[in-house]
């Protein structure tokens, strides 16, 4: 084939422009799993779609099936991004009763990093969700905008270890009294790509707190592709609540 040494030479050229493409994607900072949130967001002009899955039993009695738990991010800016998601639900109200299939409402948002950790001084973002009324289940979707609001903060603590915690204030679009939310995380990098985190996470009401903790594990298999899993436990209510669920993150170059 008097052709075969070009062929060859084309085919090192194209492997060795897929290499500098691997080595030139930037970093992919999920938002799964867990509650809270690190201040990166997602790099400029660059696509992610999370999805999750999960089964939830409560103290009640009720269970509910994750189908799928499904957000959208967009960099539309170096330091902003926004977000759309919903769940799909597969839920009852106790023993005895039928399942129920339903849509959450739908959630909008952004998210914006503030600022770079330098020194002693954190990562700082602040998030802003809003979920919209009756669109989704009626039984699950608020009667008003239900707005929710975070202050995001990141601490690099080793080459190995961080610390995220998180402030915010949650509103049902029921009620004008807003439900605190306060979390804390520590995220453990065990290889380069398979991680670990702890955390806990609380919701302060007048009408009564939850308090929760939840861990799990990250893998990696590509810079594009996140794997996970993960289990809540309420120590208030230990032996009687438990969620356990998984997901994955891809980054669509």
């Keep these: 084939m008097k052709n075969k040494p070009i062929v060859v030479l084309f085919a090192l050229l194209m492997l060795a422009s897929l290499c500098q493409a691997q080595e030139e994607l930037p970093e992919f900072p999920t938002d799964r799993p867990g509650y809270t949130w690190g201040a990166d967001v997602l790099p400029h002009h660059k696509v992610s779609w999370e999805n999750g899955f999960g089964f939830e039993s409560c ?70 969700e809003l979920q919209i009324p009756h669109v989704g289940t009626k039984d699950l979707t608020p009667s008003h905008l239900a707005p929710s609001m975070y202050a995001i903060f990141e601490h690099s603590l080793t080459d190995w270890l961080s610390l995220w915690y998180n402030v915010g204030a949650e509103w049902d679009g029921e009620t004008a009294i807003p439900q605190t939310f306060l979390s804390l995380a520590l995220w453990f990098d065990i290889t380069d790509n398979i991680g670990a985190f702890v955390e806990t996470y609380n919701y302060l009401h007048p009408e009564g707190n939850k308090y929760m903790t939840d861990f799990g594990f990250t893998w990696m298999p590509s810079r594009r592709v996140q794997l996970d899993i ?17 997901g994955v993150s891809w980054m669509i170059n």
Excluded at 68 to 90: A, M, P, Q
Aim: net charge positive; proline share 5%; aromatic share 16%.
């Design 230 to 246: 993960s289990c809540d436990l309420d120590f208030q209510n230990l032996g009687k609540y438990y969620a356990i669920g998984c």
């Design 59 to 128: 103290p009640d009695g009720s269970r509910t099936f994750t189908l799928t738990s499904t957000i959208v991010r967009y960099g539309i800016f170096k330091n902003v991004e926004l977000r759309i998601g919903t769940d799909f639900l597969l839920y009852n109200d106790g023993p005895g009763t039928k399942y129920t299939f339903g849509i959450a409402p739908l959630t909008i948002g952004a998210k914006f990093k503030l600022y770079e950790s330098s020194n002693w001084l954190p990562s700082i973002g602040f998030a802003a």
